[in-house]
């Protein structure tokens, strides 16, 4: 069983957002699902990446881990969802908030990873970001 823990500081969450920008092409359609699904978003713009919530939210995930995780083969926390993760994420960088001048760069951000039109369809109104800084 995987022991997840959740992340403790911003260089934490640093690296799971990295590990989803580098990695999130070869786990093509795991990544997407997450990325279609999130909308609670950490916005690097130093990087100008994204990293969805529910990833970034905890230490040293990768897509191995994440997948194991949806399929409730965990152990350190008794489960695994979006609301717990994202209290954690704002303890660290502060509350979400909707910010309409980065939609527009998450839809590129996300068809520069996968595809054109990745998102077409998804509510961008659900949306929210919190800005690693």
Not at 93 to 122: C, I, M, N, R
Request: net charge neutral.
């Amino acid at each position: 069983m995987l022991y997840l823990k959740y992340a403790t500081n911003k260089n934490e969450i640093l690296q799971s957002l990295h590990t989803f920008n580098r990695d999130g092409a070869a786990n093509h359609d795991l990544a997407i699902e997450i990325v279609i699904r999130t909308s609670y978003w950490v916005y690097n713009p130093a990087s100008k990446t994204f990293g969805p919530n529910k990833f970034v939210a905890y230490r040293n995930m990768n897509f191995q881990d994440y997948d194991e995780c949806l399929s409730g083969r965990l152990d350190g926390l008794y489960y695994f969802e979006g609301d717990s993760a994202r209290r954690n994420v704002e303890k660290i960088l502060g509350p979400y908030h909707p910010d309409p001048s980065l939609e527009d760069k998450l839809v590129t951000w996300a068809e520069s990873l996968f595809h054109p039109g990745v998102v077409q369809g998804v509510n961008t109104n659900k949306w929210k970001f919190a800005y690693l800084r």
